[in-house]
């Protein structure tokens, strides 16, 4: 086997996703075969295969392999042939796809291509194809277009216009008539042609010739002589062909039938208004001065304006708006004295018919009578208009028939005769084009109004009548007119006649059209059948697409479920309606076709005008039609004979009962009693119903008519002739008889609105107290059926009448659906609606639902909004509250956007609204709603009561519409919502529990029980106790087995009470034996109680067990507190605090207690804290509560360890309880807290971090409590935290107080700042920043809060001075003048005191810590307390971050355009998210960037105030932007904050102006990240490496190299785990550190590689003190381990120690004044020193200054107070002997001849040179120019690296040790004199005795003071930046002004460092800080 053989086999084993991707382009090919095949076999279009395949073509047909190209079109054939129209959801994504690559391929791609189009539009994709065919004919390349509008031809031209929407081509087609290619132009042609074939030429012709050129109009004129319109589609749409069978089947079935096609298959008539886009004409019509014009008092001006309208409503489809004022002014302008303006307006409204068509209905029945009156002008001019305007109102639908009637009436008695003749020439118009059935409707109406015209003086009224009769005739025949024809007289009659003879041959002459089609015999359309590509400029030849064979065309053979079916319905004929409306008929022909049937004597009887006589004849004629044999023939004849005679004019009482009787008999016997037998009959039982005596027989007459043919016939019949009857008995008797009829039928049968609209419109409006009350108690038999709906109809009727109608519907309630006590004989066709509730008829109001409407809800004006919802409101009341689902879809969206609207009002309107709508819908507003039920729930998440009031109504009436177990779903997904507040959800519980109780049986009311039990562990009691509830009722209606089923799903509390419900006794029993009982299903109850014995529940005690009968609960109750109090009160044994503290989420910002925290909360009080304690806290009873607390209390003292040990704990019940209400409780817990705390400080114990985070956001957040009293004591805690715990940690707390929403909790934050600012001052690591938050504070309406801020601000001005503007960000004037004036106040109160002026003390202590240094300033109590830094490691970084972090961007920041300068930068980037960050860094780097550009500097001296600040912000940034990043989000934020960082540290200015604690937070932060794992796998994660890589060059570059070492060798202790990005296990920590650390040793070994060259630029002694604090902290057994191990922090610190030693020798001893050198054993690292000393002086690499065995640590002269004289004279030749040895080495020489730089600066006395007489010319004038230029470089600036010496020491001259004679300068002169010494007779000293150390410093200060003075003239030009305080790097960078960099060192005389050094060690020894070091 091959390889690629072998390939291919191993890929089927693939999934589908992988071989379709594989990079082998055989696989994918084989892959798109394989599918295709598949797919082939695949007959069920319901196959789940086909769901799994849909999303694979999307990227299949894209391959860029045209072979498998071709193959996966092939596959995607053959599954759309497979598929139903489930697979269009995939048809946009796949068009889109084929579009793109598949158009331009090969011809045969192509084609497949464009098959695949046609099988998406089968499927009904036709949207995602035609979207898709949008894009397509855009692209450039005219190649693709071609193709994309031949498919768009086929489409139309198999599917036709019903399926492709023809406005959506006419909209594509105007850009592809000027299309460059002249192919895409002449397929723009074809499908224009084609578009005329479907909807013909003139609507093409009027919108689309406009847009084209006139050579392409001229070609397309000639092209459409060869078009003839009327197609019929070749395909069908997979949904229609699989209802119909195939078409050969069915002829082959059921033989030949009719030929129907040309009907059935028509074309679709669309209309061309349909087609046109609507044109706005109001807005140019306000434009034009229309109003104006048309109130102008010169005709002319009016007839402009007017015309201006004209013209604008002259286009085709006009904008629907409000019209009305227009229709007003248009009514008078038709009466304007001047006829050209009547003319104008008058046609001004014809065009506005013609534009709105149905939407000027309204206005049209408005303007009709005025217009019709306005016929009486005589002007041919005025008739025309009138005439024509007339007819186009009509035409366009404005008006109907029916619309017309009174308007007419009124008009034809017009006095004027041309009034009447013309508008009788109108309805003749009206008639000839209206539809059959509307003058059906409205004929009876008209024939008598037109017979009564024929008897007009008027000849042309009387033609006009004619004719309107003859219309009448020519639509419906000439039935109505029958009855009409025979009052006329003959010459009428014959006149009538002849018109209608004429126009109906007219008629006959054109009713039988045959359309033409060019397509042959129509084909079903299956997607099997071959597919034949058209192109669309084909159609410009003038041939015709070929007709499709139906044997190419076969059966589809996957989807032919229907095979061999055939449609009976299709065989079965056609009933015709029956002719309900008899015709006249006389006695001599009834007597004729009644024959032999009746005796000749009886119908003789009949006539005979003596009663008896008659009623003897119907007598015996009841009794001959008794004895028929074949009664249903003869059923019409003897009804008509009973008609005839005696017939209804009969007198004689006994002979009208008798032909009733008879009547009756016939109705109830005959099989088929005809409807117009009904007629014949029904007006005179009506009346007979009237009389007393025939009552009964006539009521039962009708009723047997009802049981005939139906009562609403019947009920139809009546109406009219009880209306107008004269008799009032007519109408008040037959409405009685409606009710036992309603009562006897039901209501199934009846059309409810005609009987109810009778009812308002007649009954209800009699005169006669009888007829009113006969209607009220039909209405009330009506409610019986069908409910209280029926109200919804009678809401406009009269009180009284209403009052009394409620009565009658008690006597009547609804009883649901009812069995009719009577039921029709025969099927009859009436109202679709099934009775009962749903009875009532529906309106449809998808008309009403305008798009002005639906605009209304998204306006930006809530009026409008809350128009458009008012205007719902009217539609549902409109429709009686009874409307259909239909078109309502974008109603319910347009809804649902309101319950989300701003305005709360407008939300609540909304709710009751969709209530209404649901209400008015019924059962099926479940599914056209589309989820809004969803969002209705949420508004119970609203904290106004109102609003929650509204949302239950809302559900309440949704309830009325459809059963509660619809609405399960919703309401579980509300109730596990967590934003849903405690109470909504309270609410809905109780709502839940009121429905549930009305409930017998519901099994789906167990769906609600998971989240009720959830809810049992709300912290809201409220929600408790209502979910308590719910249960009750859930576990009531739903049956104890289906309980059984699910009770695994429960858990907590709600089970205990599930199982008390379902098993009796659980409660009473122990809790181990519940457990049993409950087996594995009730593991959530172990956890809940720690107790057996009293059987407990958790919760709070909240279930409680019932003592058994018998038993001593208080002696058993007493003797288990004795045996539980014998106990420990805490058990602390197996606490792991470490763990729980790790599980605490760090936030600053204070969240309720969750239910699964105070679970967790619960169960670790039962496991460590004793029982009775527990059980006390835990209580529910606040006594109880405080009972706890008290014992707590008492136990402080003696616990304070085991109180630590769960301090996490307590803090966490105390955070409980701070937010319960109780404020009894909540006064003792603030009694206890101090103590506690004081406890804690008695300890010595600091809170954790994780503590911190538990308690300080809920008492900051609580500090605004509505009692002054809690308010007090609260404050008081918070201020004993604040000096107990740590103001720098406290104080984010307290920032993030001033964003709470309790504005008390803002002005008690605010006063606590300003009582930070008075105790801590300004040292508060960010308070200064934030400073611009409380300023802001000074705009807000409170003014108890306005008033704190001001305060505060007064606070902050008086530390601060004028300096305090700085910092209070962006305010308006107001509050700058508000502040003005406080600060003014401010003065005045401090003048008054005496305090001196604002920022005096500030500019003090500045001015003594530059003079004095910091120990001074210190002494003198200048010097603020030291505040430590930042609070939280990695997770919660800086107080910037962890403050700041969830909150928006303050104002002042957040502007439009970003940020304008540099401060507002720089708190853009502070407060800022990571992506509004980036704005803020814009701005920095362009600063950077111009500063660094000033060849002054300075602009760079500017900015290194804000440095460190700068990087310290940026160094928070670093980790929340590669955090953001790593969740996804682009990494341009990463790449902005390390550009930043780059350019900061480029330059050394501002790098060395970067404190140490900020370099330590940096370097950490970016070490972490070049460690991290994810980092490469980021969006340009090489990239970002890279960037860290070269940002921590830089840093250890440029950065201050003091500080550098000192921040590395700190960084090689093992790193917090907390500080990593993500978390790991121990073992990968370790790796983690060990990685860390290899890391920090290369940044290490980098600066000690140039420590040779910067070594005056570093602090030895504070690389010394960090050196020593690193060796003390491993200690001496560590070290040696970790030497065995070849550790590489130890061996790295040892070699920059060794560095060290080797570059300064014995004078490093000279630098150990931070290293406690006298503690015992000493330190480490003086054996280290003494160590390297003897290595290096036996390899000659230094020179020795003494004895190298000899130790100097000790006072070798401890017994001899007075030291040589000598000593300092001494020590100076050693060391000028080592500088000159350097300089005579090659590798030395520029060191060498730095260090004698930097001697004869510190001994400006002593003559260099008087020391080489010994050495040569060429080497002193080596030296003299080397001193020269070392000058030049520190005059420079430049270090010993930056600038060697051009020439080394001349080769010949080796000077290992020069004679160097007796120094010339008296000792006391020497700043050098004793340092050395001193220091060594110093560290000899005892620590205890203080006096001999204070003596020696005496006696060095006054050795220095001569020197000083002696000095005094060589250092006063030196800038005092250069020299720094003493022992300034003592000072913490805390405590360092933010302004004031950190100098570079200089050399320092050695006496200097002496009395540094020892005033070092005795304030460490006054502060026992020595044994700590």
């Given amino acids: 086997m091959s390889e690629e053989e072998k390939l291919l086999k191993d890929a089927k084993k693939l999934p589908w996703e992988d071989r379709l991707a594989h990079k082998n382009w055989k696989v994918r090919n084989e892959a798109n075969v394989d599918l295709a095949s598949v797919c082939d076999s695949i007959t069920d279009p319901k196959d789940p295969r086909l769901r799994e395949f849909g999303h694979l073509f999307r990227k299949t047909v894209a391959d860029s392999n045209a072979p498998v190209q071709e193959k996966a079109l092939d596959a995607l054939i053959a599954f759309l042939k497979a598929a139903d129209s489930d697979a269009s959801r995939y048809g946009k994504e796949v068009c889109d796809a084929i579009a793109a690559k598949c158009l331009t391929g090969r011809p045969k791609t192509v084609q497949k291509a464009q098959e695949a189009f046609l099988l998406w539009v089968e499927l009904e994709a036709v949207d995602a194809f035609l979207d898709t065919l949008e894009k397509a004919i855009k692209n450039k390349v005219a190649k693709a277009v071609v193709p994309a509008v031949d498919v768009m031809f086929q489409a139309l031209s198999d599917f036709g216009s019903k399926i492709i929407p023809p406005k959506r081509i006419l909209k594509m087609l105007p850009e592809l008539f000027d299309h460059q290619d002249q192919n895409v132009r002449a397929s723009a ?102 109003w104006d014009g048309v109130k102008a008092t010169k005709w002319s001006e009016r007839k402009e304006a007017v015309a201006e309208l004209t013209k604008l409503a002259s286009t085709k489809k006009i904008a629907p708006g409000d019209f009305s004022e227009i229709c007003r002014t248009l009514k008078k302008l038709i009466t304007d004295v001047n006829l050209a303006v009547a003319v104008e307006a008058i046609q001004a409204i014809g065009n506005l018919a013609r534009g709105l068509r149905t939407h000027f209905s309204a206005s049209s029945r408005f303007m009709l009578p005025v217009l019709l009156e306005k016929l009486k002008e005589k002007k041919p001019t005025v008739a025309e208009a009138l005439t024509q305007t007339l007819q186009a109102m009509y035409k366009a639908g404005c008006l109907n028939l029916v619309d017309i009637i009174e308007d007419v009436k009124t008009a034809v008695k017009n006095k004027v005769p041309l009034v009447r003749s013309l508008t009788l020439n109108w309805l003749t118009f009206c008639l000839e084009t209206s539809n059959k059935a509307l003058i059906l409707k409205a004929h009876k109406e008209y024939v008598p109004l037109c017979m009564e015209c024929l008897n007009d003086g008027t000849p042309d009224v009387r033609d006009a009548a004619f004719s309107a009769l003859a219309a009448i005739a020519k639509s419906v025949g000439m039935r109505p007119l029958e009855k009409s024809l025979e009052k006329l007289d003959d010459v009428r009659r014959k006149k009538l ?142 009804v008509r004979l009973l008609c005839a005679v005696p017939g209804w004019n009969e007198k004689n009482v006994q002979v009208q009962q008798q032909v009733i009787e008879i009547i009756t008999y016939i109705s109830s016997t005959a099989a088929k009693f005809p409807k117009k037998c009904v007629v014949l009959c029904i007006t005179g039982t009506s009346e007979r119903v009237a009389d007393i005596k025939t009552r009964a027989s006539a009521m039962k007459c009708l009723t047997a008519f009802c049981e005939a043919v139906g009562p609403g016939f019947v009920f139809e019949r009546l109406y009219k002739i009880m209306k107008e009857h004269k008799n009032p008995k007519v109408l008040s008797e037959g409405l009685l008889w409606m009710v036992s009829a309603v009562d006897d039928f039901g209501v199934s049968l009846l059309k409810l609105k005609d009987v109810i609209d009778f009812c308002k419109d007649v009954g209800l409006q009699s005169s006669a107290a009888a007829t009113r009350n006969a209607t009220i108690k039909l209405l009330g038999v009506l409610h019986k059926f069908v409910g209280p709906d029926i109200k919804g109809f009678l809401n406009d009727v009269k009180p009284a009448l209403l009052s009394a109608l409620d009565t009658e519907y008690e006597k009547n309630p609804f009883e649901g659906t009812v069995a009719p006590k009577r039921v029709v004989k025969t099927s009859v066709s009436t109202s679709n609606s ?91 507003v479940e599914k056209a709603s589309k989820g809004i039920l969803s969002d209705v729930l949420k508004c119970l998440g609203d904290n106004k009561k109102h609003m929650r009031e509204c949302t239950l109504a809302a559900l309440d009436m949704w309830l009325g519409a459809v059963h509660l177990d619809k609405m399960i779903p919703y309401i579980i997904i509300a109730l596990t919502d967590g934003k849903m507040g405690a109470e909504g959800r309270k609410d809905l519980f109780d709502w839940l529990t009121k429905q549930l109780a009305g409930l017998s049986d519901f099994v789906d009311a167990i769906h609600l029980l998971k989240p009720a039990s959830t809810a049992m562990t709300d912290k809201s009691a409220d929600v408790r106790k209502a979910a308590e509830g719910c249960i009750s009722e859930i576990l009531r209606v739903s049956g104890q087995e289906t309980i059984e089923k699910n009770i695994k799903d429960i858990q907590g509390p709600a089970l205990a009470l599930v199982l008390e419900k379902v098993r009796p006794g659980y409660g009473q029993e122990p809790f181990e034996s519940s457990k049993a009982m409950a087996g594995s299903l009730s593991k959530g109850v172990s956890k809940v109680s720690k107790s057996t014995s009293n059987g407990t529940l958790k919760q709070g005690n909240r279930f409680r067990a019932l003592p058994t009968k018998g038993s001593r609960p208080d002696q058993i109750t007493s003797a288990h507190d004795i045996a539980i109090q014998s106990q420990s009160l805490l058990n602390t044994k197996d606490s792991n605090k470490d763990d729980r503290e790790r599980l605490v989420v760090r936030r600053i910002k204070f969240e309720e207690l969750r239910a699964e925290q105070i679970q967790d909360l619960e169960n670790d009080m039962m496991k460590f804290f004793r029982e009775d304690l527990q059980k006390r806290l835990l209580s529910p009873d606040f006594k109880k509560q405080v009972d706890g607390l008290d014992i707590l209390q008492k136990a402080l003292p003696s616990l304070s360890k085991e109180i630590i040990e769960v301090l996490d704990i307590l803090l966490r019940w105390f955070v409980l309880q701070l937010c319960k209400s109780n404020t009894t409780c909540l006064l003792k817990v603030l009694e206890v807290l101090p103590e506690l705390f004081n406890t804690l400080k008695d300890e010595e114990y600091c809170l954790t971090e994780a503590e911190a985070a538990i308690f300080l956001p809920c008492l900051a957040e609580k500090l605004g409590h509505n009692i002054e009293k809690v308010r007090e004591k609260m404050r008081e805690l918070m201020k004993q935290i604040i000096q107990a715990y740590s103001v720098a940690k406290t104080f984010p707390y307290i920032l993030e107080g001033l964003r709470s929403k309790n504005n008390r909790t803002r002005i008690e934050c605010t006063d606590l700042i300003g009582y930070l600012l008075e105790t801590c001052g300004t040292e508060i690591n960010g308070l200064l920043k934030h400073l611009n938050m409380v300023a802001s504070l000074t705009a807000e309406r409170d003014g108890e809060l306005r008033k704190a801020a001001l305060n505060t601000m007064a606070t902050g001005y008086k530390i601060l001075g004028d300096d305090i503007w700085r910092y209070v960000g962006k305010l308006t004037d107001a509050q700058k003048s508000m502040l003005d004036d406080r600060f003014k106040w401010k003065i005045k109160e401090m003048e008054k005191r005496r305090e001196g002026r604002p920022g005096d003390a500030r500019a003090a202590l500045r001015r003594s810590v530059r003079e004095n240094g910091p120990e001074v300033a210190e002494q003198s109590g200048d010097l603020p307390q030291m505040v430590p830094g930042p609070l939280f490691p990695r997770q919660n970084y800086g107080i910037s971050e962890q403050v700041l972090e969830r909150n928006p961007v303050p104002q002042t920041i957040a502007g439009v355009n970003g940020p304008t300068d540099w401060n507002e930068a720089l708190d853009i980037i502070m407060f800022g998210s990571p992506e509004q960050s980036v704005e803020g860094m814009k701005v920095v780097c362009h600063e950077l960037a111009q500063a660094s550009n000033d060849p002054d500097e300075s602009a760079i001296d500017e900015l290194v105030k804000d440095a460190d600040g700068l990087v310290s912000c940026l160094a928070n940034k670093v980790a929340k932007t590669f955090d953001v990043s790593l969740m996804g989000a682009s990494s341009r934020s990463c790449k902005y904050v390390l550009n930043t960082l780059m350019q900061t540290f480029q330059n050394k200015k501002l790098a060395h102006a970067v404190k140490e604690g900020t370099l330590t937070s940096l370097i950490t932060e970016l070490l972490l990240w070049l460690l991290d794992e994810r980092v490469p796998r980021m969006e340009d994660g090489s990239q970002l490496l890279k960037a860290l890589n070269v940002l921590m060059l830089k840093i250890l570059d440029n950065a201050d190299r003091t500080s550098s070492f000192v921040v590395l060798i700190s960084l090689l202790r093992p790193l917090d785990p907390s500080r990593w990005p993500s978390p790991a296990t121990a073992e990968g920590y370790a790796i983690r550190n060990q990685k860390f650390s290899d890391l920090v040793v290369k940044c290490l070994i980098k600066l000690t590689k140039l420590l040779q060259s910067t070594i005056y630029e570093v602090d030895l002694d504070r690389l010394l003190q960090s050196i020593h604090v690193y060796l003390q902290e491993l200690g001496m057994e560590e070290i040696r381990r970790r030497a065995g191990a070849d550790d590489k922090p130890l061996r790295m610190v040892k070699t920059v120690l060794h560095e060290l030693v080797k570059l300064r020798g014995a004078a490093i001893k000279g630098h150990l004044s931070l290293v406690p050198i006298d503690m015992r054993p000493q330190p480490i690292i003086l054996a280290y020193i003494d160590l390297n000393l003897e290595t290096l002086a036996a390899a000659r690499m230094l020179t020795a200054t003494g004895p190298v065995g000899q130790t100097h640590w000790t006072d070798s002269t401890a017994n001899n107070p007075s030291p040589p004289a000598n000593s300092a004279d001494v020590q100076l030749k050693q060391e000028l002997g080592a500088i000159f040895k350097k300089i005579g080495d090659k590798q030395t020489s520029t060191i060498g001849l730095y260090d004698l730089y930097h001697i004869t600066k510190a001994y400006p006395k002593v003559d260099i040179f008087s020391q080489l007489q010994n050495a040569s010319e060429a080497f002193r004038t080596y030296i003299r120019d080397g001193l020269a230029q070392v000058e030049k470089n520190a ?57 001999a150390i204070r003596e020696r410093m005496r006696t060095m200060q006054l050795a220095s003071e001569p020197v000083s003075k002696a000095m005094m003239p060589t250092n006063e030009n030196l800038s005092t930046d250069n020299i720094p305080p003493m022992n300034q790097q003592n000072i913490p960078s805390s405590q360092m002004e933010a302004e004031t960099p950190h100098p570079h060192p200089v050399g320092r005389p050695m006496d200097e460092k002496a009395l540094s050094g020892l005033q070092a060690r005795m304030q460490r020894l006054k502060g026992g800080s020595l044994e700590h070091m």
């Fill in 497 to 638: 006649s002849e018109m209608i003879a004429s126009s109906g041959g007219e008629l006959a002459g054109t009713s039988s059209v045959t359309v033409q089609s060019s397509v042959g015999s129509t084909n079903t359309g299956n997607s099997e059948a071959l597919f034949v590509r058209k192109s669309a400029a084909s159609m410009l030849s003038g041939k015709r697409p070929a007709p499709v064979s139906k044997k190419a065309a076969p059966g589809k053979t996957g989807g032919s479920k229907k095979d061999g079916a055939v449609r009976n319905e299709s065989s079965k004929s056609v009933e015709p309606p029956e002719d309900v409306e008899p015709t006249e008929m006389g006695l001599e022909e009834i007597e004729n076709r009644l024959g032999s049937l009746v005796k000749p004597e009886t119908i003789s009887q009949l006539k005979s005008t003596v009663w008896k006589e008659r009623l003897e004849a119907t007598l015996s004629l009841k009794e001959e039609i008794v004895g028929l044999q074949e009664l249903d023939k003869s059923v019409e004849i003897l």
């Fill in 189 to 290: 042609k074809g499908v224009t042609l084609e578009l005329c074939r479907w909807i013909g030429k003139d609507p093409v012709k009027s919108i689309l010739f406009e847009k084209m050129r006139d050579t392409m109009k001229k070609e397309l004129e000639a092209e459409l002589a060869n078009v003839s319109v009327g197609a019929k589609p070749a395909r069908k749409i997979r949904s229609e062909q699989d209802k119909e069978p195939e078409a050969e089947a069915s002829s082959d079935v059921v033989g030949d039938r009719p030929s129907e096609e040309p009907v059935a298959d028509a074309p679709q008539e669309i209309d061309e208004y349909d087609l046109m886009d609507p044109v706005d004409i109001l807005t140019p019509l306000e434009k034009s001065g229309f």
């Fill in 834 to 924: 099934a009775g009962g509730l749903d009875s009532l008829p529906r309106e449809d109001i998808s008309s009403k639902i305008t798009p002005n409407l639906l605009k209304g809800f998204e306006s930006p004006d809530w009026k409008m909004r809350l128009e458009s919802i008012e205007a719902v409101n009217k539609i549902l009341e409109e429709a009686n509250k009874r409307i259909q689902p239909t078109g309502t879809g974008e109603l319910f969206g347009g809804l649902r956007g309101r319950l989300l609207d701003s305005n709360k009002n407008l939300v609540m309107q909304t709710l009751t609204t969709i209530g209404g709508v649901a209400s008015a819908m019924g059962p099926t």
């Fill in 1835 to 1891: 005059a420079a600036g430049r270090t010993p690296s930056s600038l060697p010496l051009s020439t080394p020491p001349p080769s010949s001259l080796t000077l290992p040790s020069p004679d160097i004679p007796s120094l010339d300068v008296k000792p006391l002169m020497n700043p050098r004199s004793d340092s050395y010494t001193d220091d060594i007779r110093a560290s000899n000293i005892n620590p205890g005795t203080l006096d």
